[in-house]
């Protein structure tokens, strides 16, 4: 008879596990939470990606956090200037109602004003970037709040996520508990990436369980982490702006004309090949004959 108890009991807690283990975001409370001391971190490796999913996608909150942080907080600056961990329970309240100002001002640790024209959209580097997105709990120029990161690390990495968590709390009316840890290596004044992790309070993570390493890096540039400065990396293929690349090739010594890609364009002797902008008829104008084999 005991012994049926004790298979009962146990088959009831496989069932238990069984049904714990089917939600999509269940916490490790046990695990120590990430705080300052990033050094212990095991990083994700980059692969071309903006962001990696970290320990499963489950945040790292522990009971206490869960139940006790209430408010947005930011850590005070280290010795050398640098952000700390963010963490804010996101809810209606939280969200800004006045449009966001200028945080130009602001210079975060490892800033520089730096411009790649020909391999950034919209060209800057850096973004002086909210840890805690404004969209989600203002904190626009607070300095605790603004590291510096890539436009790859703000725009692809962080907002689409930040934005997700807006919609959470605009749908649901919800709170999100939310933390963003930006990780510097050793002495370093740039960050390597930021760990963003959120989680939904009262439907226990149903709606919000995100767990993300973000890399602050940018596609075609070097980026000296110590420092803040940069370079541009030769070995990236500039990608060619749509409006730059010339219609047709022409053969000035032939007098024929070429789509880009032919290959009897890419023969073409340099002295003797020019880049065309203008129309077929106008090639034609000028007394250029249609390549047989690319029929431009
Ligand atoms: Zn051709």
């Given amino acids: 008879m005991k012994r049926n108890i004790r298979i009962f009991l146990a088959v009831l807690l496989a069932a238990a596990i069984a049904v714990s283990a089917s939600y999509a975001c269940s916490l490790r409370l046990s695990e120590a939470r990430i705080g300052a001391e990033t050094a212990a971190l095991a990083l994700p490796a980059y692969r071309g990606e903006p962001s990696a999913e970290y320990n499963g996608g489950r945040p790292l909150f522990t009971r206490e956090e869960l139940d006790s942080i209430r408010d947005v ?31 130009g ?4 640790s490892g800033w520089h004003t730096v411009r790649y024209d020909d391999r950034i959209e919209d060209r800057y580097l850096y973004n002086r970037c909210h840890l805690i997105g404004y969209q989600l709990a203002g904190g626009n120029t607070d300095p605790r709040n603004l590291i510096t990161g890539t ?24 709170h999100v508990l939310y933390r963003v840890t930006p990780v510097f290596q050793g002495e370093n004044l740039v960050a390597a990436g930021v760990l963003m992790e959120a989680w939904s309070v009262e439907d226990g993570g149903h709606g919000i369980c995100l767990c993300r390493y973000v890399f602050n890096v940018q596609p075609g540039v070097v980026i000296d982490y110590a420092t803040g400065r940069s370079f541009a990396d030769a070995s990236y293929d500039v990608p060619e702006k749509p409006e730059d690349s010339p219609h047709y090739i ?3 010594s032939s007098r024929k004309f070429h789509l880009p890609d032919c290959p009897a364009a890419a023969e073409i002797r340099a002295d003797n ?10 090639a034609v104008a000028q007394g250029y004959e249609p390549c047989g084999w690319c029929r431009p």
């Avoid at 963490?87 to 945080?103: A, K, N």
């Avoid at 790859?152 to 605009?170: D, F, H, K, Q, W």
């Avoid at 090949?273 to 106008?282: D, H, K, L, V």
Wanted: aromatic share 8%.
């Fill in 151 to 174: 436009r790859s690390l703000n725009v692809a990495g962080m907002l689409p996520y930040e934005t997700m968590v807006r919609a959470y709390i605009e749908q649901s009316g919800g």
């Fill in 250 to 252: 022409l053969n000035i």
């Fill in 273 to 282: 090949r020019r880049a065309f902008f203008g129309t077929r008829e106008e």
């Fill in 105 to 108: 001002p602001v210079k975060p």
């Fill in 73 to 103: 907080r930011y850590s005070d600056l280290d010795a050398l200037g640098r952000c700390g961990p963010a963490v804010g329970f996101l809810g209606p309240e939280t969200l800004p109602t006045q449009p966001r100002g200028p945080i």
